[in-house]
């Protein structure tokens, strides 16, 4: 996946052969902000500026612009996946958090890569 990244805000880069341009969506966000343009440097200075609307319109409105993550993450998970997962963690001397917190970004990583 071909990804930019502006102000903490990431976007997914996809080419659109019909019509000939690369076409960019902001993830992580229920807002939808879009972008497209026929050339990388354009393609990025429309990215930029789409989050910098995005980021002006939420100021001007008074509302705390919508971030891609907080940071917390909770997992509903079977008990026996979490028992597992926490013989994991104490086998490699880390906490159940660190451990997991490893394991979801080397998946991440791979899934991009």
């Given at each position: 996946?071909?990804?930019?990244?502006?102000?903490?805000?990431?976007?997914?880069?996809?080419?659109?052969?019909?019509?000939?341009?690369?076409?960019?969506?902001?993830?992580?966000?229920?807002?939808?902000?879009?972008?497209?343009?026929?050339?990388?440097?354009?393609?990025?200075?429309?990215?930029?500026?789409?989050?910098?609307?995005?980021?002006r319109d939420c100021e001007?409105?008074?509302?705390?612009?919508?971030?891609?993550?907080?940071?917390?993450?909770?997992?509903?998970?079977?008990?026996?996946?979490?028992?597992?997962a926490l013989v994991a963690?104490?086998?490699?001397?880390?906490?159940?958090?660190?451990?997991?917190?490893?394991?979801?970004?080397?998946?991440?990583q791979a899934s991009t890569?």
């Amino acid at each position: 996946m071909n990804t930019m990244t502006h102000k903490g805000y990431t976007a997914r880069i996809d080419f659109d052969e019909r019509d000939d341009i690369f076409v960019g969506r902001v993830l992580g966000l229920r807002t939808i902000i879009s972008f497209h343009a026929d050339n990388v440097a354009r393609l990025r200075a429309e990215f930029e500026a789409a989050v910098d609307d995005f980021l002006r319109d939420c100021e001007e409105q008074g509302i705390k612009p919508e971030k891609p993550a907080s940071g917390r993450l909770l997992l509903r998970v079977p008990p026996e996946v979490h028992g597992a997962a926490l013989v994991a963690a104490q086998a490699a001397g880390k906490s159940l958090n660190q451990w997991a917190t490893e394991v979801l970004q080397n998946a991440a990583q791979a899934s991009t890569a």
